[in-house]
Each structure stands twice: as structure tokens, then as C-alpha cells.
């Protein structure tokens, strides 16, 4: 595997890894399981990349995650659930999972891995299959759509990416 296709970020004595990968998921129980025992003290959470705009989006919706676990705002009982919640902008887990969740199929998966090894994402690898640069495949299109957001929007925030990171840190106003 190719290290230059994971991002480090530290935030808060956090640890913040993050890595897409071109999965073709066959057995969603398999995958989970094996990502909740590749890092016993840290979290690993897996989102379809289609929902994402780009990496400050999804190291956003990270960073409010961990900002609302440190001041008990948090609305889900797990980090990645948290971190999901956060990246779709959305209060309901439900919803969240609709938008962000992985399936069964051929899809770019976005993972996001807090406080584990080094070597959390090579080993998610050997499940997941290749690496690569993030979110090769973001579609405008496709997160309008999702986010059901209009142009004006995007013109007065700059881009679409601007409009998540947006609507991220509005989530907490409203939680």
C-alpha cells in the first residue's frame, strides 16, 4: 500500500487518519467485524465517499465529533456514529446511516480512524482493497441531491465543500 494516500491530523491529543479506498463489499457483517477488532482503544468509522465533498469536509465533521464528546453534547453513544452524524449534517442516526452508511456492493469508502496504530488503514486495506487520493469521485450532482442543496447557496459559500463544512458547525446551534 501506498502511505501518501492516508492524511494525519492531530486535534485535541487526538489522533485524526483518514484514507479512501475503491471496496467492492461482499459481506457487510465480515467488514464491520473486522473493523471494530483492528483497533481496540480508538475508533474506526466507514462512510460512502459519494457523500462526502472532500477531506476538510469529512476532518470537520471529525474534529465537531470529538469537540462534542469533550463537552457531552454528543447525540450518539459511539465516535463514529458521532463523526457519521456530523459529516451528513444530520440529528437523526437513521438518516445519517441512509446518507453515510456502507453497503453491500462496489462503492469508494471514506474511512476515518481516531486515536488507533499507525497502521490502521493498511490493515483496512487487506478487506477494503486499494487506497487512493481522497474522494476521486465526488459528484457535484450527487450532493446536491443528498443535501438537497441549491445554487445560491453554493455561490454565497464559495463551493460545495464550503456549504457542508457550514452546515456542520450549524449542527451544533441546533443540537
Given amino acids: 500500500m501506498n502511505n501518501t494516500t492516508q492524511n494525519h491530523y492531530k486535534f485535541m491529543n487526538h489522533d485524526i487518519q483518514i484514507a479512501c479506498f475503491d471496496a467492492e463489499i461482499n459481506d457487510l ?29 469529512i476532518l470537520q465533521a471529525a474534529i465537531q465529533a470529538l469537540k462534542a464528546f469533550d ?33 453491500e456492493g462496489k462503492m469508494e469508502v471514506c474511512a476515518v ?38 445554487h445560491e447557496e453554493i455561490k454565497s459559500a464559495g463551493n460545495i465543500e464550503r456549504v457542508l463544512i457550514e452546515r456542520t458547525a450549524l449542527l451544533n446551534l441546533e443540537i
Avoid: P, W
Fill in 29 to 57: 457483517n465480515k467488514v464491520i467485524g473486522f473493523t471494530n477488532s483492528i483497533c481496540e482503544k480508538g475508533t474506526v468509522q466507514l462512510l460512502q465517499a459519494r457523500g462526502l465533498a472532500g477531506e476538510k469536509h
Fill in 71 to 103: 463537552n457531552n453534547e454528543n447525540t450518539a453513544k459511539d465516535l463514529g456514529l458521532e463523526i457519521c452524524l456530523r459529516a451528513s449534517a444530520q440529528r437523526q442516526i437513521s438518516r445519517a446511516l441512509d446518507m453515510l452508511g456502507i453497503k
Fill in 113 to 150: 480512524a481516531v486515536d488507533c496504530d499507525k497502521d490502521v488503514l493498511n490493515k483496512l486495506g487487506e478487506i477494503l482493497g486499494e487506497m487512493h487520493d481522497m474522494m476521486q469521485q465526488t459528484d457535484e450532482k450527487t450532493l446536491k441531491n443528498l443535501y438537497k442543496i441549491f
